[in-house]
């Protein structure tokens, strides 16, 4: 079913958000599968560039956003609708491409590059010009992903060297909890 404009009405199954899920979708019965397209298993698509989301404040305890903000328009609003739908202390687990990789840079679908500056700024830590200096998120944990072949460079290492040679990062991989 089609929701457009609308803030969803009916009782929430699950209060897990699968945000962007195309083709990688959870069960039902612990997760709400949502898409901008349509597809066997998404259980609402709505467009994600257009807001308020149809979902109601405080619904969900978990959202689960891969590789899917780096196609959106606006990222500081989806942000910020991804917190107006969350209960306080839920998480939000994202992974991104690194801006310094070919699967950021190779798909002409995406609309923006993130590093772990990205992310901080994002969420509003260490962002000075930040007009809104309302803290909303607390990152719990963030984690540059290498290729199998750069793992006999210290962990340590990899980030810093990973500004500068590409592929060397190729994802990142955060959890970040609502803070209301």
């Not at 898409?35 to 467009?47: E, T, Y």
């Not at 687990?93 to 994002?122: E, G, M």
Request: proline share 4%.
């Amino acid at each position: 079913m089609r929701t457009k404009g609308k803030i969803l009405t009916q009782q929430l199954s699950s209060t897990k958000l699968n945000f962007g899920c195309g083709k990688k979708i959870e069960p039902e019965k612990e997760w709400l599968n949502v898409d901008n397209q349509s597809g066997k298993g998404i259980n609402k698509s709505f467009n994600f560039n257009s807001f308020p989301y149809p979902f109601k404040d405080n619904a969900f305890e978990e959202i689960r956003a891969w590789y899917i903000l780096e196609h959106l328009d606006d990222v500081e609003k989806v942000m910020d609708e991804l917190w107006r739908i969350s209960k306080n202390k839920a998480k939000i687990d994202i992974i991104i491409p690194y801006y310094n990789s070919q699967s950021a840079v190779n798909c002409i679908q995406h609309k923006h590059l993130f590093s772990d500056t990205t992310i901080r700024n994002l969420l509003g830590i260490n962002n000075p010009y930040r007009v809104n200096n309302l803290i909303k998120f607390k990152l719990t944990s963030m984690e540059l992903i290498t290729s199998k072949f750069w793992t006999w460079i210290p962990q340590s290492c990899r980030a810093s060297i990973g500004k500068y040679i590409p592929n060397v990062v190729n994802t990142i991989h955060c959890e970040v909890e609502v803070i209301k």
